[in-house]
């Protein structure tokens, strides 16, 4: 029997306190955990290993990061204890080579990985490994690493990234229902109109997503966007994409998640 080729996600994380929180993002989540078919492991790409050099965790049991501050307690409480996977680590770093992928025994599982997929698969009953992301490569970097990366969907390995296409922390406005502001919503629609988009790497507009108008004031530093070339990277010729949520929070972070296959 063939095996199924596994969905790729990037999923808009948004807040830490979605781990604790029920919305129409965590729906979202939930929902793709229970209709997807269900994956014999998990890479996680995650905008918040952003390295020098490209690593990847090879631990059996790797850590739950809590990598930020001033929640409550009870999500300091809360961890994700997946087993992590060697032979899957090693595997990632055949595909990507001639990359140097460095199998890293110390990172674990932080709240970009583990804050998403715990929504998806509560139990934690999925081995998962997580992917850095080099941030002194340019965006056609991580997107042809998508290609590579796209073989493991073909043996039942989901890949998941996560950031946000709009991640401007120092514009965020903190009232309650504040309206998007016009360059988030133009750069998050431009996302969403380009994301089927088909040609040669380096004239992808997703690729070249600074050609935007909108693009420096929606990333001011990239690492919350480029988890999505990785996605688009994996995706096959013949794949529809899909948006399962949507939408801007705090008027200047963009909770887009997209699907391919």
Known sequence: MSQIRMPALFLGHGSPMNVLEDNIYTEAWRKLGETLPRPKAILAVSAHWYTRGTAVTAMEKP?????????????????????????????????????????????????????????????????????????????????????????????????????????????????GSAEAYPWATSFNQYVRDNLSWQGPTEEHPLVNFM???????????????????YILGSRAADEAVSIPVDGIEMASLSMLSVQVG
Request: proline share 8%; aromatic share 10%.
């Open 63 to 175: 850590r739950t990061i809590h990598d930020f501050g001033g929640f409550p307690q009870a999500l300091f409480d809360t961890h994700y204890p997946a087993l992590g996977s060697p032979a899957l680590a090693q595997q990632v770093a055949e595909l990507l080579a001639p990359v140097e992928v460095r199998l890293d025994q110390e990172w674990g599982f932080d709240h970009g990985s583990w804050g998403v997929v715990i929504k998806m698969y509560p139990d934690a009953d999925i081995p998962m490994i997580q992917l850095s992301v080099d941030g002194t490569k340019p965006p056609a970097y991580h997107f042809e690493l998508g290609r590579k990366l796209a073989a493991l969907r073909e043996q039942g390995v989901m890949i998941i990234a996560s950031g946000n296409v709009v991640h401007n922390l120092r514009m965020v406005r903190w009232q």
């Open 211 to 229: 050609d935007h108008e909108g693009a420096e004031l929606s990333n001011p530093t990239p690492e919350h966007y480029l988890p999505l070339l």
